[in-house]
């Protein structure tokens, strides 16, 4: 069975350096920095006062009262991005869509966290009285219900469910689609993620686990990849989005394709529960594969998205598994976290990065790693990790990986669409 070719024909996003696509493209080639002081909840007493945080974001400007109390903002961010993605792609102006053919696998890490904390204080301060839970508790909170939102507010009936693989949510979904197209069972699929986990109980529970960055003296430097005094990622929130759908289907519409997504690839590590194996072995692994599966050799790729979260471990980890694929090319291709000024957009990050890699490839244009003061000698430092400013290439493939507590991995390809 011939598989069948997959193209990215839309895009959106909301993001903490910006709320839409192009606001975005921009922030990401200027080196926008997203992080500021929290200003939602009182700070007082945690270990980390800061994140990367969505800016200027009414949602009154999107929703109706009614609309608003029946979503998290988790919700109302994968609406937004979905919203523009499906504008972006013109997909309802084909007449003959057949949207018993277009799917949608939307997720997240956390959820409709700050619904959760919102109804269990409620609860708890009144005596424990099941009367004070909300009939818009559940839908609110289930990570699911922003794709059943966007299939219900478009009329999309085909393919409907939410991957959970911790941080590679989004590019685990993005895969999935893939697959399905290929395979003939969707002609179109809108995939994303969406994350508004910078709440009490979002910011607590990550600093409880040492994994946040605690660098409240100068936070806007805290999203630090590969830098020798990085000390923990940067909590990050919003949402992005693609259209994706077959080539056949594309062209019979003819959609402006900004990419074909290539190939990709999935896999564990088996190590442990939060730490990467350090030496990168599944990683390894998981790249080969997402190179295979798209058909090219390593020394095809020249930029990768890493994961590059900023934390001392996983930083390492992802770099040594890098030199290992790629092998003397390494020194030829770029390298960059987009982290340093988004944060950690958990479930959300892989289909933001995603975004990021297209964005490249039709800028011919890398985005920078900010935040970088000081070499650590773990790494080669003669690899170019793009530091500071972007940087002008002719990128023809992109690589962007992605990894999540639970040993999850995930790799995907996009290459420039060529006929």
């Not at 020249?302 to 290992?324: F, R």
Request: proline residues 4%.
């Amino acid at each position: 069975m011939e598989w069948k070719r997959v193209v990215v024909t839309g895009m959106g996003a909301v993001t903490p350096i910006g709320n839409s696509l192009p606001l975005f493209s921009d922030g990401l080639m200027q080196g926008r920095n997203g992080c500021s002081p929290i200003s939602t909840f009182d700070t007082t007493q945690f270990r980390t006062k800061f994140a990367c945080t969505i800016k200027d974001f009414h949602p009154e400007d999107f929703f109706d009262r009614k609309e608003i109390k029946k979503l998290d903002p988790f919700g109302q961010y994968a609406l937004v991005s979905a919203d523009e993605a499906i504008k972006d792609a013109a997909l309802l102006d084909f007449p003959e869509l057949n949207k018993n053919r277009v799917g949608v696998l939307f997720t997240s890490g956390f959820g409709g966290v700050k619904t959760f904390e919102d109804e269990l204080f409620q609860y708890f301060s009144n005596g424990r009285n099941p009367r004070y839970f909300s009939p818009f508790f559940v839908p609110r909170m289930l990570l699911d219900l922003a794709g059943g939102n966007i299939s219900i507010k478009y009329g999309f009936k085909g393919i409907n469910f939410s991957i959970v693989a911790a941080c590679a949510s989004s590019t685990s979904a993005l895969i999935d689609a893939l697959n399905y197209i290929r395979l003939g069972k969707a002609d179109v699929v809108v995939v994303g993620g969406s994350e508004a986990s910078v709440t009490e109980v979002g910011i607590g529970a990550f600093g409880a686990m040492k994994a946040l960055s605690e660098r409240n003296d100068n936070p806007l430097s805290a999203s630090r990849p590969f830098d020798l005094d990085r000390d923990g990622f940067v909590m990050g929130e919003g949402a992005g989005c693609m259209v994706i759908e077959s080539l056949e289907h594309a062209q019979k519409r003819n959609a402006r394709i900004y990419a074909e997504l290539a190939g990709g690839a999935l896999n564990a590590d088996a190590y442990h529960i939060t730490a990467p194996h350090p030496e990168g072995a599944s990683v390894i692994q998981v790249m080969k594969e997402a190179l295979e599966d798209a058909g090219i050799t390593a020394d095809h790729i020249d930029y990768i998205n890493v994961h590059g979260t900023s934390t001392p471990l996983g930083d390492i980890a992802e770099v040594k598994a890098i030199q290992q694929v790629f092998g003397n090319h390494a020194y030829d291709l770029n390298i960059s976290s987009t982290k340093s000024m988004t944060g950690h957009l958990l479930g959300a990050a892989g289909v933001i990065e995603a975004i990021a890699s297209v964005l490249s490839l039709l800028k011919n244009k890398v985005p920078p790693t900010i935040n970088h003061f000081t070499d650590d000698p773990a790494f080669d430092n003669n690899l170019n990790f793009t530091f500071t400013e972007a940087q002008d290439k002719n990128i023809n493939a992109v690589m962007s990986n992605n990894f999540g507590f639970g040993g999850h991995n995930a790799s995907v390809v996009f290459k420039r669409f060529e006929y």
